[in-house]
């Protein structure tokens, strides 16, 4: 006799719904019983919790058995619970986790405020970062150091020091200073007497040498703190910060997680407390852990996360195209890939906090269904902003804002009778049509109020938004899947959540993907997915070899020990069988001296991870690099219990290949006729189907509406749907287009907006790909750009400040320069300050777009080049008097001339040419300026052919409308903006001063026409060009204009040369801001330019000066063999302003460079960073205070290191505003020891020395001006206003990209 079924129930619960599934049987099979439930996620009214709902309501369809809400769940019905769940990532969100305390190694204190010192917008005035999650911080006086550094020349041999310890990695180290117990003890029990009971600690090389931190955790034990998180154990990974803050984010969210499980076991009887009825929570890697091993830093993605095992095991067949993961729910859209393989990231960012540990690459994208519609400025706006679950789009019937989910109830792509009636008071009334219709109605007026002459239907402008939505959506996408060297439209699309199904055909259509498979459970996928995913234990350990014949038999080794842990963790305590584990053994690679690892599985039956990892190497950038030694980062083993007891064909495509496919008989299946519109207008014909009336084996012909229980699906016209068991598989056409004219439209200003942005990111995305250099792939020092045929700026991505209005004029200049000498295959390489330039470095490839013979766009990318020539590696001398010093300076070189690359030119103009002058070299990085030069053409023509594909689809005429009506658009955004400011200063010029430290003052006069907001920025008063390199082209004091004027609309405008149309700039010849040919500037393009940037803002008034500096310090060695060198700027005060307190430790203004993380700093170069902290007292006292700037002291631990600083604001202090104080000026210090002395000297702003062994420097750099005097009335907002970030869920690889791309 067997025994009776008991139930499996997968539970997701996402911000707006939890969508539940129980099974009798195996998921998937035929004679499965399935009972599904879709809830509100917060309902108080009527329920505590919803996955606890659910549950009840589950047992309650299987067993038919009536559940009172006030007794607990009984689970003799149940086998296990699966569960997805958002507590984590809410907690986070939120900031209503655990209060917890941070224990850290002395001088760091600050370390994870600071963080990696980028600001988060980089045209947001008023800086906001996300709050850090510890509570409190104790500094122990601890201190491991590294043996040997990759750069040292003089290797020390761990067998000639006595006190040498090996670490995990294979590192070998010296205790510099072990903990005192008693002290310890006392710094601890001081936080436990002050309430704190989860703590994190994580101290500088635990990763590698854990004693410390095991030891003080041992410590906090005998104390009675209930929660420890120990770095080392949490993620044994190198880099300090983000480690640290995922063993903070472990001590914030694990007692978060393990309350919310208390609280959810004891809604029902004692099953789970026994362990009759099994708990799991899905992690952020897509594996399942039992309730026991579930932690809150690996549960951010808890919930999406089944989602991509859902679709990865319904839409994906071996051998055919990979798949897009597109999942539209309630609150926000992720999207993801699968190609056979779960793609993870290992670093990501969510909430401002960044989480080291394995996670599916899951990108949230947009707001889902509740992303807020908005007309802003002339254009269609969806998002970023999210009604959320409460109050939800207008809809919900709760006063939300109209929304996405309102545009499709409106256009009739949600219909409320078939839609779920769980709104109103009583949950028993359907979506709200009447709300929606009034309010759109009132939006087309306001519209159509601002466009009287072409005035647009509600349908229209609805239709407008759901267009906007899917190319916003769209970005991303191509983003996503163009970055890992994948062709967008060689995919199918796997549609899921809720609101997916509506947007699907209109998705793919513009992605030029032809086929879409949506699962018959496509709006509870998430849960579904849950069904079908494993369990898994991973473990991973840090390693520091070289892989090589040599190295293989101790990884193997490794490997084994870490295989049989994962082993001992699945069979002994969760009960696997032998023969259903299985493991994946990953190396995390990387070549010598890059910063790029890749996570490398272990080839099949062989251990030739080389090939492996030059093969995958190749696929991600497009080339490899044979002459380098491939370092082993980590070992990692992921241990895989299979659950899946079904051998049923999850995907469609071997069911439609025995299908005898037939027409739908629609006057048969049919259940309904409504009304939607489409492209080409209202069809008032539609029919609607309901899936499970619908044989497997019929097709439908666009248009049509299909309804399963949870979900509507919209087959547009010229799309075909078939229907087989378990999918709907749609075919999508190509559609019919409306005819878009040159006449300015809001709803295609907004789409083209998108689409040349996304010309300019896909050609940024190649750019990275192809190059080899580290500026240039890993710190993304470069900008790409599409332009005019007069050469005004169209699109610039990433948002580099220093480049957006230079590379305008390096296009300018050349057009001028060759008039009708350009033909079709020409590239033109320059460089030069007088050529729109910015420093040397920075080399500018210009190519000219053409069609039918004439030049319609120039395309263009700039990228800061590791050296070329000039009297320092490099090139950027610190005490550079003449041009010539700081290397090659190009006007203009026609590289390519008629398809040919004119290599003997480059080399004269690279190499011999600046190696000629007295002192200097030519470039010593010959072949790579080759290489990366070739990717910078390679990006641009990518760019040219996504240029001309846009002029195929919509004409050259329209694409050249669009651009002028873009260009139009940002132009009106910046005269409305001139002439608000000129109202409130009733008409009087704005005037500002500043000075640099060497005294030249910096004069502004702001004069502005109030009828036509026309401007005049005269800098008339402002100080001779100097004998030195603060001099800066006049293409830079623009860049910092159109800065500033970005920053001051505060609102996402497009930004082009538009911005700079009302404003006449004028410069003084031979100025510093327009210096003379032969002028160095090196020290104008990092330095001068933030003092324009301050001199602006001062002059309209909208802040107090930030540190106005970048503090460049670089410190090397010369080495006939081995020589090396270091170059990064440090962060300082960010400035007060009439609403906000300026930020502690942080980039401003033009530049945006993250920081070298302290570990990784101290391993690879012969340094101890003894303390990198805020600088108490800097920032400038007022009614909101300035930011504080940063303390930086480093010590050289080997002889003859050159070190040079070149810095501002060590004379005059950055200043306050409306009474607010100066900020503190900057120090450099040089702490030299001389015989038996031990000196403090001033190195001032600007020096070079040559630094001895043991001697170190302290650089304090400047904290930012106070805003409002301290004790008076709150200052009054003047022209600022600051934006609400956009916090986002899941950050994947889109998101780290994205940050990296903004502070560069």
């Not at 001051?1048 to 700079?1060: E, F, H, M, T, Y």
């Amino acid at each position: 006799m067997t025994s009776q079924p008991k139930l499996t129930i997968c539970i997701d619960r996402g911000g707006t719904f939890t969508d539940c599934i129980g099974f009798y049987g195996k998921p998937g099979a035929t004679d499965t019983r399935e009972f599904v439930v879709k809830l509100l996620s917060e309902d108080p009214s009527n329920y505590k919790d919803a996955p606890t709902e659910g549950i009840r309501r589950i047992v309650e369809m299987a067993t038919g058995q009536k559940l009172s809400r006030k007794d607990p769940v009984p689970t003799d019905d149940i086998d296990s619970v699966r569960m997805g769940t958002t507590v984590a990532t809410n907690a986070l969100l939120e900031r209503k986790g655990e209060r917890c305390a941070l224990v850290i190694t002395k001088g760091f204190k600050d370390l994870l405020n600071i963080g990696n010192q980028a600001r988060p917008r980089i045209f947001d005035l008023a800086i906001t970062k996300p709050d850090v999650l510890q509570q409190s911080v104790v500094e122990i006086d601890e201190r491991v150091v590294l043996l040997n550094s990759a750069a040292a020349i003089d290797r020390i041999e761990p067998k000639n020091v006595p006190n040498a310890i090996e670490g995990v990695s294979g590192e070998w180290l010296t205790v510099q200073k072990k903990p005192e117990t008693e002290s310890v003890k006392q710094q601890l029990q001081k936080l436990y007497d002050d309430g704190f009971r989860s703590i994190a600690i994580c101290l500088m090389h635990s990763y590698t040498f854990p004693d410390h931190e095991n030891m003080i955790g041992e410590i906090a034990r005998s104390i009675g703190f209930t929660h420890i998180s120990l770095s080392h154990s949490v993620m044994p990974m190198v880099k300090i910060v983000p480690r640290g803050t995922s063993a903070t984010a472990d001590a914030y969210l694990t007692p978060c997680i393990q309350k919310y499980i208390e609280g959810f076991t004891s809604g029902f009887d004692d099953g789970f407390k026994k362990g009759t009825t099994k708990l799991q929570f899905m992690q952020s890697d897509g594996g399942l852990v039992p309730v026991s091993n579930f932690s809150g830093f690996r549960a951010i993605l808890s919930g999406p996360a089944g989602g991509v095992v859902g679709y990865s095991a319904t839409s994906y067949e071996e051998g055919d195209d990979p798949v897009i993961g597109f999942d539209m729910g309630g609150t926000s859209t992720d999207v993801s890939r699968y190609g056979g393989m779960f793609e993870h990231v290992f670093e990501t960012t969510t909430a401002g906090i960044t989480i080291q540990a394995p996670q599916l690459d899951i990108n949230t994208v947009a707001a889902g269904g509740g992303s807020m519609l908005f007309f802003k400025n002339g254009m269609f706006v969806v998002g970023p902003e999210s009604a959320g679950a409460h109050p939800g789009p207008a809809c919900y019937r709760k006063g939300g804002p109209l929304a996405v989910s309102d545009a499709n109830l409106h256009l009739g792509r949600l219909l409320p009778n078939y839609f779920p009636k769980i709104f109103g008071p009583n949950e028993d009334q359907p979506l709200d049509r009447d709300v929606v219709h009034q309010k759109f109605t009132e939006l087309a007026k306001e519209i159509n109020a601002i466009h009287p002459n072409d005035p647009l239907s509600v349908d229209e402008v609805v239709y407008g938004f759901i267009k906007v939505a899917n190319e916003t959506m769209c970005r991303p996408i191509r983003s996503l899947t163009e970055a890992k060297g994948h062709n967008t439209s060689h995919h199918t699309l796997a549609v899921f959540g809720g609101a997916g199904g509506q947007h699907a055909c209109g998705i793919a259509r513009n992605l030029g993907i032809s086929k879409i498979i949506l699962y018959r459970h496509s709006s509870i996928l998430s849960a579904f997915g849950l069904a079908l995913a494993d369990v898994v234990h991973e473990v991973q350990e840090p390693c520091a070899e070289i892989l090589s014949s040599n190295s293989i038999p101790n990884l193997q080794q490794r490997v084994e020990s870490l295989v049989q842990s994962c082993t001992t963790e699945l069979s002994s305590k969760q009960g696997f069988g032998v023969s259903d584990i299985s493991h994946e053994i990953y190396l995390n690679l990387r070549y010598e001296g890059t910063d790029c690892a890749l996570m490398t599985l272990k080839p099949n039956d062989s251990w030739d991870f080389e090939n492996a990892f030059v093969q995958l190497y190749k696929q991600e950038f497009g080339f490899s690099l044979t002459d380098r030694g491939i370092v082993v980062d980590d070992i990692r083993v992921r241990g895989i219990g299979h659950t899946r007891s079904t051998d049923k064909q999850l995907t469609p495509d071997h069911e439609l290949k025995t299908l005898d496919i037939k027409d739908v008989d629609e006057n048969a299946v049919r259940d309904s006729v409504t009304s939607v519109y489409f492209e080409t207008g209202r069809n008032d014909n539609v029919p609607v189907y309901l899936l499970n009336n619908i044989a497997p084996g019929t097709r439908i012909n666009g248009p049509a509406i299909i309804i399963d229980a949870t979900a509507t699906v919209v087959v547009e016209p010229t799309c075909t749907a078939v229907i087989t068991s378990q999918h709907i598989t749609i075919t999508v056409g190509k559609g019919d287009k409306k005819k878009i004219t040159t006449d300015m439209e809001p709803i295609q200003l907004s789409i083209f907006s998108h689409r040349f942005m996304s010309i300019a990111e896909q050609m940024g995305r190649s750019l990275q790909k192809t190059a080899i250099s580290t500026n240039i792939k890993e710190r993304l020092d470069f900008s790409c750009a599409l332009f005019s045929s007069e050469g005004g700026l169209v699109a610039n991505a990433p948002h580099l400040p220093v480049h957006l209005g230079a590379l305008s004029h390096a296009v300018t200049y050349q057009m001028n320069y060759y008039g009708d000498d350009l033909k079709e295959g020409d590239v033109i390489m320059t460089n030069h300050p007088m050529a729109g330039g910015s420093h040397l470095p920075d080399i500018t490839i210009i190519t000219p777009v053409f069609d039918k013979g004439k030049i319609v766009f120039f395309v263009a990318s700039r990228a800061h080049h590791a050296d070329i020539g000039g009297l320092t590696a490099g090139s950027m001398p610190p005490f550079s008097k003449e041009l010539f010093q700081e290397g090659a300076a190009i006007k203009s070189f026609k590289i390519v001339s008629n398809g040919h690359f004119d290599m003997d030119g480059l080399k004269r103009y690279l190499y011999d040419i600046p190696g000629s002058y007295p002192g200097c070299s030519g470039t010593r990085l010959l072949r790579d300026n080759v290489s990366d030069i070739n990717a910078q053409i390679a990006a641009n023509q990518k760019g040219i052919n996504l240029v001309k594909s846009l002029i195929g689809e919509y004409s050259l005429e329209v694409v050249q409308a669009y651009m002028r009506h873009i260009r139009s658009n940002a132009e009106g955004a910046v005269r409305s903006l001139l002439k608000k400011v000129v109202t409130e200063h009733k008409g009087e010029a704005l005037t500002a001063v500043d000075y640099m430290d060497d005294g030249t003052p910096i004069c502004l006069k702001i004069s502005i026409d109030e009828k036509t907001g026309n401007a005049i920025f005269d800098f008339d008063g402002t100080g001779p060009e100097v004998y030195g390199n603060t001099n800066t082209p006049e293409s830079v004091c623009y860049s910092a204009i159109i800065y500033c004027v970005r920053c001051l609309v505060a609102q996402d405008i497009p930004l082009n040369s538009g911005c700079l149309d009302p404003i006449d700039i004028r410069i003084p010849p031979n100025s510093i801001l327009s210096p003379s040919e032969t002028s160095a500037v090196v020290g104008g393009n990092v330095l001068t330019s933030q003092r324009i940037v301050d001199v602006v803002l001062k002059a309209f008034g909208a802040c107090a000066a930030s540190q106005g500096d970048c503090n460049n310090l670089t410190f090397g060695k010369t080495h006939k063999s081995k020589g090396w060198g270091y170059y990064e700027t440090i962060a300082g005060g960010h400035g007060a302003g009439p609403t906000w307190t300026g930020q502690d430790g942080v980039h401003t203004h033009m530049t945006n460079t993250r920081i070298t993380d302290p570990e990784i700093f101290e391993k690879r170069y012969p340094v101890l960073l003894r303390e990198f902290s805020l600088r108490p007292g800097s920032g400038g006292d007022g009614y909101h205070r300035g930011g504080n700037g940063v303390i930086r002291d480093i010590e050289f631990l080997e002889p003859g290191i050159e070190v040079s600083i070149l810095s501002e604001r060590r004379v005059f202090r950055p200043y306050g505003l409306e009474g607010g104080k100066d900020g503190q000026p900057g120090l450099n210090l040089w702490i030299r020891h001389v015989n038996d002395k031990v000196l403090t000297l001033n190195l001032s702003g600007k020096n070079t020395a040559l630094f001895g062994k043991g001697d170190r420097i302290i650089i304090e750099t400047p904290g930012g001006g106070g805003y409002g005097a301290a004790d008076g009335e709150p200052p009054c907002s003047q022209n600022v206003t600051h934006q609400k970030p956009l916090v986002v869920k899941a950050s994947g690889s889109l998101g780290a990209y994205k940050e990296m791309q903004e502070s560069t």
